[in-house]
C-alpha cells in the first residue's frame, strides 16, 4: 500500500460536480489541515450509464484537467468504480456479448435508484477481470485516478437486505462453479483483476484498493476492506468493535480493515459522533467523513 494511504482522507456522499471537490481541497490547503485523499463517490455518470465509468460532462466537463487541479494541490484521488452495469452501455454491451455478466439480474430493477434493470460481471472469469480493468484504465485510470474505492463487492445483486438464497440465485454460475461454492470470494477475485491489471501498465505505482468485502489472501492486492455503511447509533457501533476485532484477529488475517469517521446514514434521535475506531492499530486504515445526509468535514464549502 502507498504510504499517503494511511493519511486522513476526505469524503462525503457525493461531491457533484468538479467544483465542489476542487473547493474542499483549497480550503484545506488555506486552512494548513494535513490530509492527502479526496474521495469521489459514485454517480459521478451519467444517471442512465451505470458501469460506462464515464464521467456527466455535464458537472464534469474536462476529467483529466480536475484531477491534475487535485495534484497541483497535493491531494490523491481515489474514486469509486463498481462491477455494476446497467443494460445499453457500451461497456454492458462488451461485457454481455463475451458472455461475462450474471443472466438472472437482467430484468429486475434497481429499487430505490433509477429503476433500471442491472447486473454485474462475473469476477471469477480471467477474461471478465481484464475486460473491467481496460475499461476502467480506458475511462479512469489514463485521466490520473490514484485509487479506487470498489464498491458493492459482495456482490450488491439483491434489495437490501440481502439474503444468501438471493445471492446464490443470482450468482449462479460462476466461471469458477456454482454461486454456494465459490461467492464468498467475489471480492477476492475482483481485487484481484483491479490490482494486476494496473501493474500490468504502471509496474511503478502502488496499487490502493478500499473494497466493502473481503476474503483471505485479499491482502496481497493493496487493499483495505471497509465495514460498508453505517448508522450513527450505539448499537452500530457495538457491531463495528467486534466486526473489526473478528476481521483482525491472527488467525483469520486478512490485511486492513476500517470503518467510517462518521456514519453513512445519522439520522437517529439517539446519534453519536462517530470517529474512527483502530481495530489492531497497525491493522486499520484511517479514512474521512463519507455522510449521505449532510456534509460533513473540518471545512464545508459543497451544499
Keep these: 500500500?502507498?504510504?499517503?494511504?494511511?493519511?486522513?482522507?476526505?469524503?462525503?456522499?457525493?461531491?457533484?460536480?468538479?467544483?465542489?471537490?476542487?473547493?474542499?481541497?483549497?480550503?484545506?490547503?488555506?486552512r494548513a489541515i494535513p490530509f492527502d485523499d479526496i474521495v469521489q463517490d459514485w454517480q459521478y455518470w451519467p444517471r442512465d450509464a451505470w458501469g460506462s465509468h464515464e464521467f456527466d460532462l455535464k458537472r464534469f466537463p474536462d476529467p483529466a484537467a480536475w484531477i491534475k487541479s487535485l495534484h497541483d494541490l497535493h491531494a490523491h484521488v481515489m474514486i469509486s468504480v463498481w462491477g455494476k452495469f446497467y443494460p445499453g452501455t457500451t461497456n454492458f454491451n462488451a461485457m454481455q456479448k463475451a458472455g461475462f455478466l450474471y443472466q438472472p439480474k437482467h430484468h429486475a430493477r434497481d429499487e430505490g435508484l433509477d429503476h433500471y434493470p442491472y447486473t454485474f460481471y462475473d469476477a471469477f472469469n480471467p477474461g471478465a477481470r481484464k475486460l473491467y480493468w481496460s475499461q476502467i484504465n480506458s475511462a479512469l485510470f489514463s485521466k490520473g485516478i490514484d485509487a479506487w474505492w470498489e464498491d458493492a463487492t459482495e456482490p450488491d445483486l439483491t434489495p437490501s437486505p440481502p439474503t444468501l438464497e438471493g445471492q446464490r440465485?443470482?450468482?449462479?454460475?460462476?466461471?469458477?462453479?456454482?454461486?454456494?461454492?465459490?461467492?464468498?470470494?467475489?471480492?477476492?477475485?475482483?481485487?484481484?483483476?483491479?490490482?494486476?491489471?494496473?501493474?500490468?501498465v504502471a509496474p511503478n505505482q502502488r496499487v490502493f484498493i478500499l473494497t466493502r468485502s473481503g476474503?483471505?489472501?485479499?491482502?496481497?492486492?493493496?487493499?483495505?476492506?471497509?465495514?460498508?455503511?453505517?448508522?450513527?447509533t450505539w448499537t452500530a457501533m457495538k457491531k463495528q468493535i467486534a466486526a473489526?476485532?473478528?476481521?483482525a484477529f491472527p488467525a483469520r488475517r486478512i490485511g486492513r480493515w476500517t470503518?467510517?469517521?462518521?456514519?453513512?446514514?445519522?439520522?437517529?434521535?439517539r446519534e453519536i459522533p462517530r470517529r474512527k475506531m483502530p481495530?489492531?492499530?497497525?491493522?486499520?486504515?484511517?479514512?474521512?467523513?463519507?455522510?449521505?445526509?449532510?456534509?460533513?468535514?473540518?471545512?464545508?464549502?459543497?451544499?
Design 279 to 303: 481495530t489492531n492499530g497497525a491493522n486499520s486504515t484511517p479514512a474521512g467523513s463519507s455522510s449521505a445526509r449532510s456534509v460533513r468535514s473540518p471545512v464545508c464549502t459543497a451544499n
Design 1 to 30: 500500500m502507498p504510504e499517503w494511504a494511511f493519511g486522513l482522507w476526505q469524503s462525503r456522499q457525493r461531491y457533484e460536480t468538479d467544483k465542489q471537490s476542487l473547493d474542499v481541497v483549497k480550503e484545506f490547503r488555506q
Design 215 to 232: 476474503f483471505a489472501g485479499i491482502q496481497r492486492y493493496g487493499t483495505a476492506t471497509w465495514s460498508g455503511d453505517t448508522t450513527g
Design 169 to 200: 440465485v443470482h450468482m449462479n454460475p460462476t466461471a469458477m462453479g456454482t454461486a454456494s461454492r465459490v461467492m464468498n470470494g467475489y471480492a477476492l477475485m475482483n481485487s484481484k483483476g483491479m490490482y494486476e491489471g494496473q501493474r500490468s
Design 244 to 247: 473489526g476485532l473478528a476481521f
Design 259 to 269: 470503518s467510517a469517521v462518521t456514519p453513512w446514514n445519522q439520522n437517529s434521535p
